[in-house]
């Protein structure tokens, strides 16, 4: 399998995410928050939601969320 057909492999940071939301606004198929306010993740999005996931860990003025690929075999 090809990298780019690797599943994303999204982490968050709770200890970086400061509750803004912007992953949610824009990633909402990817991302949802808690009922403290804070960033949750799958811990794989499909190929199809990829922009979404990159979109919305772009918009964490935190920097807490790291999205990554798979690795292959695992």
Do not use: F, H, N, W
Request: charged share 25%; hydrophobic share 40%; glycine share 6%.
């Amino acid at each position: 399998m090809a990298d780019s057909q690797l599943p994303l492999v999204i982490t968050v940071d709770r200890s970086k995410c400061c509750g803004y939301t912007l992953c949610a606004a824009e990633g909402p198929d990817v991302y949802t928050i808690d009922d403290a306010g804070y960033a949750v993740a799958p811990e794989s999005v499909p190929l199809e939601l990829e922009a979404q996931a990159r979109r919305g860990a772009q918009a964490c003025p935190a920097e807490a969320i790291t999205v990554r690929r798979a690795e292959a075999g695992k």
